[in-house]
């Protein structure tokens, strides 16, 4: 048996089912031209991936493989790999993913291997073998499989590598350095931190966890979404490290873990989500101008821009600042939330399509949360909560150093004070919730 094995989601050779085949075996890696072509050159996503990349090639390399790199169509490039009898990846739920995988197991025959998220997609189904379309009783059967789940630690089989150039970048029958440049990216100075250091660090703090994950200044989340976004760490490694501190401190991390199960499941059970409405023919308001002003961190709600800055600067944003800022595009502004997922789908490191879509839905009110349209966040309400000193907001714009924090949490302060390099929309959120609200009941019509 001469099997490929597809690196995607899962960028490591510790914990890697992937690995857990043996016979000859051909790893690639694919920098798929289909996506990349419609990002930009300084994508810092690129720089993520290519850095974790070459790192999986060296630890392969330590456990006798190693690593063939290639760019372009992944269905041209496996027409040419038409020797071997199988491909053997990770399944992924989103649109293109599986259209490609489906022209893909044409070419050669396609094993897939559940390994991105905690569950099976058809694993977590109520007594009528039916999904579940709402969160707590999808939590509650979840919590009580996970008890029983094997979550053991999969090893490296035996392995013959099959005789390939593994050196540089295979590009349309070119051979090319190994480097970013090779693919057309500028490299980005981002932080690359170990997922394994960062787990270790959040162990030590879980037990503040619950109490502070929404605060701004407060350093309380893992910072785990990007490394399991791409793999760089196994969702059952986590497990293992939560479950070994035997503590009722890891529960509401646990939680969240299974959440982010819960979209991918919803994805999968429903893939209209990726760009239909679920519920409610509300569709926004297209206003460019809007819309520009907060791609640019320009809309005077200081929570909002700093949200968006960090964002911009980072590849990176609070949890609770993504909901104020979505709630804001899709309420405030009343723009169409499609264009605030492709937004942040642009930026954000940790870009998951399920998580991106079904939290804008959620945010616009859409999706199959059973919460109706008229959920509206205040944002200086949430900024005086969850960044009372304005912390956070000074840090990513500075133009507010000098003024007071309870004026960045008034409004009426913020639309009748000039402040020197900060702009403003003029939008009242009182004014705006109502206009919101009128627009979202005519549409029922």
């Not at 690995?19 to 419609?38: C, M, Q, R, T």
Request: with cysteine; glycine share 4%.
């Amino acid at each position: 048996m001469r099997r490929i094995l597809w690196f995607r989601r899962d960028l490591r050779v510790e914990d890697n089912p992937l690995l857990s085949f043996g016979a000859e075996v051909l790893p690639i890696f694919i920098f798929d031209e289909n996506i990349l072509k419609e990002l930009p050159k300084n994508d810092k996503r690129v720089t993520f991936i290519f850095h974790h990349v070459v790192k999986l090639k060296s630890d392969l390399q330590k456990v006798g493989l190693d690593l063939k790199i290639f760019y372009g169509n992944p269905e041209d490039i496996f027409e040419e790999l038409r020797g071997f009898d199988e491909v053997v990846a990770s399944g992924d739920y989103d649109s293109y993913a599986k259209e490609r995988d489906i022209k893909i197991s044409h070419i050669l025959h396609f094993r897939y291997l559940s390994d991105t998220y905690i569950f099976k997609p058809k694993e977590v189904l109520k007594d009528n073998g039916e999904p579940y379309f709402v969160f707590t009783p999808f939590y509650k059967k979840a919590r009580a499989l996970l008890t029983h789940k094997n979550i053991d630690e999969v090893k490296v089989a035996e392995h013959n590598l099959a005789q390939e150039d593994y050196e540089g970048i295979h590009i349309k029958g070119k051979k090319l350095p190994l480097e970013l440049g090779s693919i057309g990216f500028i490299k980005q100075n981002i932080e690359i931190v170990s997922p394994h250091i960062k787990l270790d660090n959040f162990l030590k703090k879980i037990d503040r966890y619950q109490e502070t994950r929404e605060y701004l200044s407060v350093d309380a989340t893992s910072s785990l979404s990007v490394d399991l976004r791409f793999g760089t760490i196994s969702v059952r490694a986590v497990l293992r490290a939560l479950f070994s501190l035997k503590s009722s401190d890891i529960e509401p991390f646990i939680r969240q873990l299974i959440f982010r199960d819960f979209y991918a499941y919803l994805l999968f059970h429903i893939p209209t989500l990726e760009r239909q409405n679920y519920k409610y023919d509300f569709n926004g308001v297209e206003d460019d101008d809007k819309f520009k002003a907060f791609c640019e961190a320009r809309t005077g709600v200081p929570i909002v821009d700093a949200g968006v800055r960090e964002l911009l600067q980072t590849g990176q944003m609070h949890n609770r600042v993504r909901m104020v800022a979505a709630s804001f595009f899709t309420k405030d502004l009343l723009l169409p939330w499609q264009w605030g997922e492709k937004f942040f789908a642009l930026h954000l490191l940790d870009y998951d399509l399920a998580s991106n879509a079904l939290s804008w839905q959620w945010s616009a009110g859409t999706g199959v949360d059973p919460q109706p349209y008229f959920r509206v966040f205040n944002p200086y309400l949430q900024s005086k909560k969850f960044d009372n000193d304005a912390f956070y907001i000074k840090k990513w714009l500075p133009e507010l150093r000098d003024i007071e924090a309870k004026n960045i949490h008034n409004e009426a302060f913020l639309l009748s004070t000039y402040i020197k390099d900060y702009s403003t929309l003029n939008i009242v959120h009182k004014e705006a919730k109502a206009r919101a609200l009128s627009y979202y009941k005519k549409s029922l019509h």
